[in-house]
């Protein structure tokens, strides 16, 4: 176990991404403790304004992306710079990733359902990042053998097998196998022979006139759902707090 740690965490070429990591995961966690301290009205701390205008905290997560990705390419892969600048570019992808929903709607919706997104962009990147830091790489190139590695025919042949299988899971509708697919292709090549959830490109190309088909897929998403979606709301208000409860709506009035 120390060998294995030693060899494909802290070796000194995989320090600074362990490091960005960690300071991602750090950003999220108290950013979350901050926001719902703000939501309650408790602890010294507010929303940042500036003339009137809510300074969101993807804007200074911007900035530290920035100055954090520019500075690791322009520094040594090894060194106190690039360890430095790797602490920045996850402070700041944490901030803009907290909110993830607000950038893809365009709108505050960060204690609303839509704002349980940037909680699961959180959760896929930080568990991507951590199989790259146990030693796995995109398209399943670490499976290939040292003499594999050499001949480039290999290497394309795999990257192209696995991205297929990443590509086929995606248009059946299994977003999260897809991308998890990319870093380990077991997943893919699962999400690639399982049927398609209905509604999905796959389902409307291929499904049409099979109405078995159809009906099982719609089943099994069915019973999917039902066996997850509970857990994992719990699973997300745990982590990023419960969002607000939608007003209800009133029926119009038809006299």
């Given at each position: 176990m ?9 070796e ?11 300071s991602?995961?750090l ?7 901050v926001?719902?301290?703000?939501r ?25 992306t ?5 500075g ?13 600048f ?15 929903a607000?950038?893809?709607h ?7 359902e839509?704002?349980?997104?940037s909680v699961?962009v959180?959760?896929?990147t930080a568990?991507l990042?951590?199989?790259m ?14 003499e ?5 025919g290999?290497?394309?042949?795999s990257?192209?097998?696995n991205?297929?299988?990443a ?5 059946k509708g299994k977003?999260?196998?897809?991308i ?6 077991f ?11 209905p ?7 291929f499904y ?14 069915y019973?999917?759902?039902?066996r ?13 707090g ?9 029926l119009?009035?038809?006299?």
């Open positions: 120390g060998h294995w740690w030693t060899r494909n965490i802290i000194p070429g995989k320090l600074p991404l362990l490091l960005a990591l960690a991602f995961v950003t999220f966690v108290i950013t979350r403790i926001v719902r301290l703000i309650a009205g408790k602890g010294p701390f507010g929303n940042v304004k500036a003339g009137g205008l809510h300074v969101h905290h993807v804007v200074p997560g911007v900035v530290l920035v100055i954090g990705g520019f690791s390419v322009a520094s040594a892969r090894h060194g106190f710079g690039s360890a430095m790797a602490v920045v570019f996850g402070i700041g992808a944490g901030l803009v990733l907290d909110e993830f607000l950038i893809l365009l709108d505050d919706v960060y204690w609303s839509e704002g349980r997104k699961e959180v959760v896929v568990a990042v951590g199989l830091l146990s030693g796995f790489m995109p398209f399943g190139v670490n499976d290939l053998s040292d594999e590695l050499q001949d480039r290999s290497v394309i042949l990257i192209g097998v991205f297929l299988f590509l086929m899971a995606l248009g977003a999260r196998m897809a998890f697919g990319v870093v380990v292709p997943v893919a090549l699962v999400g690639a022979i399982r049927l398609a959830r509604g999905s490109p796959w389902a409307k190309r049409r006139r099979r109405p078995r088909a159809r009906a099982k897929s719609s089943l099994r998403a019973r999917h759902d039902r997850w979606a509970g857990p994992r709301r719990a699973f997300q208000d745990w982590i990023g419960k969002p607000d409860p939608e007003p209800v709506r009133s119009p009035d038809r006299r």
